[in-house]
């Protein structure tokens, strides 16, 4: 992935799509939080939702903590401090790091306002997985006081899940 990248930077283009799948290591986390458009696939089902509320929550968490600057080298300490429990949020963070440190508790509320992912709610079939995405971006807000924007919610489509059943670009069968 690495030498793709850097392939990448090497090259004129207009845009660059990358599915970089739910993994949050380093890397896809950099990727993400360095994106132009950082897009988060959901499917309609418990286990879709977790891994993209999950990846989310590392990402947004590695953009408020990561690097060496001062918001981020107070703030881990306040973490590391924090043997109850009480920082359990972003706001809770913000709010104790106020007391102790403004221009960290400033630092870090910039880049939680900065933080912006988009979501889509993929492979739909009923009104109510499309109102999913809405309410996925609502609870991020209840949360983490982040705010997602609702790009789209795309219908179930058969024809795709046969294509990937055969292991057949779809195109193939349907030109």
Request: with cysteine; hydrophobic share 40%; aromatic share 6%.
């Amino acid at each position: 992935r690495q030498e793709a990248i850097e392939f990448l930077h090497q090259q004129s283009c207009d845009y660059v799509v990358m599915d970089l799948g739910s993994y949050a290591d380093p890397l896809n986390l950099n990727l993400f939080l360095q994106a132009d458009l950082g897009i988060v696939v959901f499917t309609p089902n418990h286990t879709s939702i977790e891994r993209g509320y999950n990846f989310l929550q590392t990402a947004l968490y590695h953009s408020l903590l990561g690097g060496n600057h001062d918001g981020a080298v107070v703030s881990r300490a306040l973490l590391t401090a924090d043997q109850v429990g009480h920082l359990h949020s972003p706001e809770a963070l913000i709010k104790a790091l106020t007391n102790v440190n403004e221009e960290a508790a400033q630092h870090i509320q910039k880049n939680l306002d900065h933080f912006s992912p988009k979501i889509i709610m993929n492979q739909c079939r009923t009104r109510a997985e499309r109102n999913l995405c809405s309410e996925v971006c609502q609870a991020l807000w209840k949360k983490w006081r982040i705010n997602p924007t609702p790009l789209a919610s795309i219908d179930h489509d058969e024809l795709v899940n046969q294509s990937i059943q055969k292991r057949r670009p779809m195109v193939l069968d349907c030109p």
